[in-house]
């Protein structure tokens, strides 16, 4: 899942200098709710029913934030300071968990959390000739992301996982597609076609993700959605 989205990233930072972010953020999750349409059908259009629309809502715009964020980013900053920089999304996890799901962190924790947020000071160094602006806005997008990265292990205690991949790709896809309709002008063939490739390798790795999620123990709830 890493090595996908890790050599997905590397097309994404040769393609920034080409099209917009938008445009690739918008690609990327129409492609990904084309791809998850199958499932849907099978499952049928009944099986989307849910009494968690806000919190796939948060989810879907947390990722579409995180992702145009990250690839606006890699325009103006190295990709490994990018990458390290959008890796910091675990160490955000517990942070977020404990002001939104008020879950405490355990003492020891705190060691490894501490160690990690240094690093990511060193690398944005505040004041210093490397660290920029847009190193902070890659940092941001790790915070969008860990937002949704605890959006989708709610979900995933009850929800199905075509659901989860359903409304999160339709939802990104409303929210992204209007800013990126007037910069798709003029754009090259290969160019789409590599866009597309981009997108489908970006969707298997949220899939895995998803499905890692959803095949771990967890409440007997998810049983009973299916």
């Known amino acids: ?29 129409t492609v990904g709710l084309l791809l998850c349409l199958p499932a849907v059908m099978k499952k049928g259009t009944a099986s989307l029913k849910t009494d968690k629309l806000a919190l796939h809502l ?15 980013s890699l325009k103006h900053i190295p990709l490994v300071d990018g ?29 490894p ?32 992301l860990s937002f949704s990265m605890v959006s989708t292990g709610k979900l995933a205690e009850t929800e199905p996982n075509h659901r989860i991949l359903f409304y999160y790709f339709a939802m990104s896809t409303l929210a992204i597609l209007p800013f990126a ?8 063939t290969w160019v789409w076609l590599t866009l597309i490739v981009i997108s489908i390798a970006m969707y ?11 095949t771990s123990p967890s409440p007997r709830d998810r049983q009973k959605s299916r």
């Open 1 to 29: 899942m890493v090595l996908i989205g890790s050599i997905s990233t590397a097309a994404v930072k040769y393609m920034a200098d080409i099209v917009e972010p938008t445009v690739i953020v918008a690609v990327q999750y």
């Open 58 to 72: 948060l989810r879907g715009i947390a990722g579409v934030l995180g992702f145009y964020l990250y690839y606006a």
């Open 83 to 111: 990458m390290l920089l959008r890796q910091a999304a675990p160490l955000c996890v517990p942070l977020v968990m404990l002001v939104w799901l008020r879950q405490t962190i355990n003492g020891i924790s705190w060691i």
């Open 113 to 144: 959390l501490v160690v990690g947020f240094i690093g990511i000071t060193l690398l944005l160094q505040p004041g210093g000739d490397s660290g920029t602006t847009w190193h902070g806005v890659a940092f941001l997008s790790a915070i969008c």
């Open 181 to 188: 309709i007037s910069s798709m002008g003029g754009i090259d």
């Open 204 to 214: 298997s790795a949220i899939g895995l993700y998803t499905c890692l999620l959803y």
